[in-house]
């Protein structure tokens, strides 16, 4: 019988779980500058654009990419790393275009909507009070 680690105790995804739950609950109660700033924060309400736009920019990128003259010059490992960069650039540029565009104005709206209905729903409860 060998020694037992935490690898045979409990799998990675569990441990990995057990981590982010910790991280999650200590920023819960107890902000870190670092982790929790204008830039985390600018990223945060991005990402779902850019969850959205990155997968049009690699299809995009793909095509573009291979035509570039200059790219068969290039090692394999520095071919990755440019366009990695790049695809990210791209969908962080994109994604602040359609967020301020697209889901800003779609979140203002949805929250009109539910003005509307919540003062809609209190009138009928001032009737409905006001009538007893």
């Known amino acids: 019988m060998g020694i037992q680690t ?11 779980g057990i981590a982010f739950l910790i991280l999650a ?12 700033n204008k830039a985390t924060v600018f990223i945060g309400k991005l990402s779902f654009s850019i969850y959205l736009v990155h997968f049009l920019i690699i299809e995009i990128f793909k ?8 790219i068969d010059l290039l090692q394999n490992d520095i071919k990755f790393t440019f366009a990695y960069l790049l695809v990210i650039l791209l969908s962080c540029f994109v994604s602040i275009f359609t967020y301020k565009v697209i889901e800003k104005p779609g979140i203002n709206i949805g929250k009109m909507i539910i003005n509307r209905f919540n003062l809609e729903k209190n009138q009928r409860k001032m009737l409905h009070h006001n009538r007893n």
């Open 25 to 36: 609950l200590s920023l819960h109660f107890s902000a870190n500058r670092i982790l929790v």
């Open 6 to 16: 935490y690898k045979n105790l409990l799998p990675p995804h569990v441990i990995y």
């Open 63 to 70: 095509i573009v990419f291979t035509k570039l003259p200059f």
